[in-house]
Every structure is written in structure tokens, then in C-alpha cells.
């Protein structure tokens, strides 16, 4: 039988451990809480437009806008592609808006995925840094069912997860990162780590030029884009590659491949074709 001098150092040991795991939670992953309020004062708005690609050939189009108001910044990214499924063509179509304050912290989000075969939607509030309220339903004739998720302090969706990074530290090859995200498809809040696994550049169009033999568009004015590899190992939408800005130059996407193009060679030759 442990004595009472045992139990007693027992007791001490763990609530020393739990005063330890506090501090390290408070120093190792409030400051990128409060990086997140530097990186928003960075964000500018624009525009990006992307092939997706299954293999090598372009199944559809999609893009990943920022655009700031007063006091808030909001990211809208797009998907629309045509796939097969079973041998039946069908079309999909996904949006994610997400409106934060300028410290990045979540106010609002909205997820909607039509196809023919899956319809989703979800969407929800923070509810004063604690709560997540959240609505979901899949299906045509789904009913919408309503959830509430406590969080610990301020989230990130994961589509603002690279842009946390570019405009908070900035990456380099080997860090690593501990963001708080919430995942809208599993509904769960978590401290996603981020590894930063590789560099290199690219080379991106600026803008293109309609080809009059070939009544296509082509992209001219080269650009050489230096990028970072995102890698997060529980995935969850996390990862590609990323500009100095947090915009991303290639990636996946819902098991497709994105690359960057000018919006006529992306949209447009795709709409042709």
C-alpha cells in the first residue's frame, strides 16, 4: 500500500505537470494566436484563378479571392468541375466564404457543395471566442441539424491557414507551426501543426493573350514565384504550395490538382473546350 507521504507526492507530481502542460500551451501556442492579429494588418486583397486538373487533362476552373472592408477581411474560394461518376458525367461545384476580423479572428463561415450526388452545406458562427454555432445538413432533403462546439479561444478555417503563416512569420524550410483551426467537414477543433518541407519557384503567366490562329488564350509575361511547401500530417485541407503572400501556386483540392494561370488560360479555354 502507498503511504500517505506517497499519495501526497503524487498529487504534487500532477498537478505540476498540469501547471507545465498549461504553460507550455501558453507559451508555445499563444504567440501564434497573436501572430494572427499581425498577419491580418498584412493581408491585401485580390485575386488568384487555378486549372483543375485530374492527371493531365483540365476538368474545371477554379479561384481563391481576399477581398478587406472596415474591420474585416473576406476569403472566397470557388470550385467548378465536371467528373465522372460511374460512367455519368456530372458537375460540381463547391464555395467556401469565410469573414474574419482583421486579426484574423473567425466571425463567420459558409460551405456549400452541389453535385448530384452529395449536396452539403454547412455554415456558423463564433459565439464569443467559446462557441462555435454550426448548421449542417447533407442531402437534397436533408434537415438541417444545428450544433453547438466549444472552443478554447479564436479558430482558423483551414483555407487561412497558409495565409497565417506567409503574413505571421513567414516560412522556412524545417519550422513548424501550431495553429488553432476548426475543420467545418469533421466539426472538431484542433492544433493542427504545420511542417514547412520544401522551397522552390515557379514560374506563373501575369496575364495572357488571345492566340488568333487557334482562338485560345495563352499565357504571356512570365513571372518567377518563389514558394514553400505546406505539409500538415493529419491533412485536413492543409498543405501545397504557397507564395510569399499565403496564396497558393499549386495544390489539391477535393482529389484534384490545382495550378496557377491567368483567368482567361484557367476559365476560358476551359469554357471553349
Known sequence: ???????????????????????VRREYFQPNVERLAEAGTRVTPGAVFYAVLQG???????????????????????????????????????????????????????VDVESDSAPFHAGGRVDGDSVVVYIVSKGANATADSTRVRIDGPVLLPALVPLAIALGEGPAVGKSYVLPV???????????????????????????VLDPATKRWRGVQPDTVRAWRLQAPSGGGIGGWIDAQGRVVAGTKMGFRLERRPYEVAYENWRLD
Open 56 to 110: 493531365t487533362h483540365q476538368v474545371g476552373f477554379a479561384s481563391s479571392t481576399i477581398d478587406t472592408v472596415t474591420g474585416g477581411i473576406t476569403s472566397t474560394d470557388y470550385l467548378l468541375a465536371n467528373v465522372d461518376v460511374g460512367g455519368a458525367g456530372q458537375r460540381l461545384q463547391a464555395r467556401t466564404r469565410v469573414d474574419v476580423s482583421r486579426a484574423l479572428r473567425l466571425r463567420h463561415f459558409e
Open 182 to 208: 476548426f475543420n467545418p467537414s469533421t466539426m472538431v477543433p484542433s492544433d493542427a501543426r504545420i511542417h514547412v518541407t520544401a522551397e522552390t519557384t515557379f514560374v506563373v503567366n501575369d496575364s495572357s
Open 1 to 23: 500500500r502507498m503511504s500517505r507521504r506517497g499519495w501526497t507526492a503524487v498529487v504534487v507530481l500532477v498537478l505540476w505537470g498540469g501547471g507545465v502542460a498549461a504553460l
